[in-house]
């Protein structure tokens, strides 16, 4: 599956692309916000290309054919948390040489699109780290609404707080 935007091309991710995925997510900005450790290796970001970025809605954020970023809308039991039947958790994550641009709300919305038009999805969650200012914009820009506050650990084991927004059809 391929979805474009007026900018952007939303592909799904190729073993070629350990060196660029670790390229953008090696930066100690980008991962932690998100809830996930800096890849340490390229093998550790081809790793995580074959067995995470596999899943069915998980897309490389492109520009050029270039990896900028991931997205993916996690259906259960692949989220998270389980948000009920019908439901979907929305996740990115941009380079941060292209962050400002737009680029995560961009692909969100024609993912957005593909959830309600294509795959029966209903309701749409999404949750970022309170410090997460960046992501909570994206959101709103969205039309995602509060949902609910969670305290959840991340791979420091440090706790922190999580909002989850809520976007319905």
């Not at 997205?71 to 400002?100: K, T, V």
């Not at 737009?102 to 309600?116: D, H, M, N, P, Q």
Request: glycine share 8%.
């Amino acid at each position: 599956m391929i979805l474009k935007t007026d900018n952007l091309c939303l592909r799904h991710w190729k073993d070629s692309d350990a060196q660029r995925l670790y390229d953008l997510a090696k930066n100690p900005n980008i991962g932690p916000v998100a809830g996930w450790a800096p890849h340490q290796s390229v093998n550790d970001s081809l790793y995580i290309i074959k067995t995470i970025f596999v899943r069915e809605e998980c897309y490389a954020i492109t520009k050029d054919n270039c990896p900028i970023g991931s997205i993916e809308l996690l259906i259960h039991p692949n989220g998270n948390h389980w948000w009920g039947e019908g439901s979907a958790e929305l996740g990115y994550w941009i380079g941060e040489a292209y962050q400002g641009r737009g680029y995560a709300t961009e692909a969100s919305k024609v993912l957005i699109k593909r959830a309600f038009d294509d795959l029966g999805i209903e309701r749409i969650f999404a949750s970022y780290k309170c410090e997460n200012a960046a992501s909570k914009r994206v959101l709103e820009k969205l039309g995602f609404e509060f949902y609910a506050e969670l305290t959840n650990v991340d791979y420091t084991n440090k706790p922190f707080r999580e909002i989850a927004m809520k976007l319905e059809k």
